[in-house]
């Protein structure tokens, strides 16, 4: 398994949700931010838990990262799914946020990941997501 295709996955699977949220109406809305809500937390606990844990061995510093998932689980954490303000910030500063790690710390993480080192993270990934989730 690649972990950053993992990862990649889920980055894609929130901004799709995202998109059929802000088309959407009703209940199927608030279904669909109820489900945002979750992915997003999910998702920010297995990153947290796999590829943050060491990223300082591809040069790099994960606590713009961190800050970056505090702020998102702040503003969902309070948040009810009928909040279309907030949900919407905290998809926005989630798609921010992914955009700037596959542009800008991806190339860095592809030059120094092996195989192996890939496998196990998106392992890691996979199965802290479910704990989350």
Partial sequence: MDVLAQIKA???????????YKAASGAEKTTLAQT?????????????????ADYSKFGLSAAS????????????????????????KAVTTFIAHSD?????Q????????????????????VNAKKSAA
């Fill in 36 to 52: 945002l809500i979750t992915e997003m937390k999910a998702h920010s606990a297995a990153e947290d838990a796999s590829i943050y």
């Fill in 106 to 125: 991806w190339p860095a993480i592809k030059a120094k990941l092996s195989a192996g080192e890939s496998d196990a993270l998106a392992k890691q990934f």
């Fill in 65 to 88: 990262n961190k800050q970056d998932h505090a702020e998102i689980n702040k503003l969902i954490s309070g948040a009810s799914a009928s909040d279309e303000a907030t949900v919407t």
């Fill in 100 to 104: 700037e790690e596959e542009s800008q």
């Fill in 10 to 20: 889920d980055h894609d699977n929130v901004k799709g949700l995202f998109a059929k």
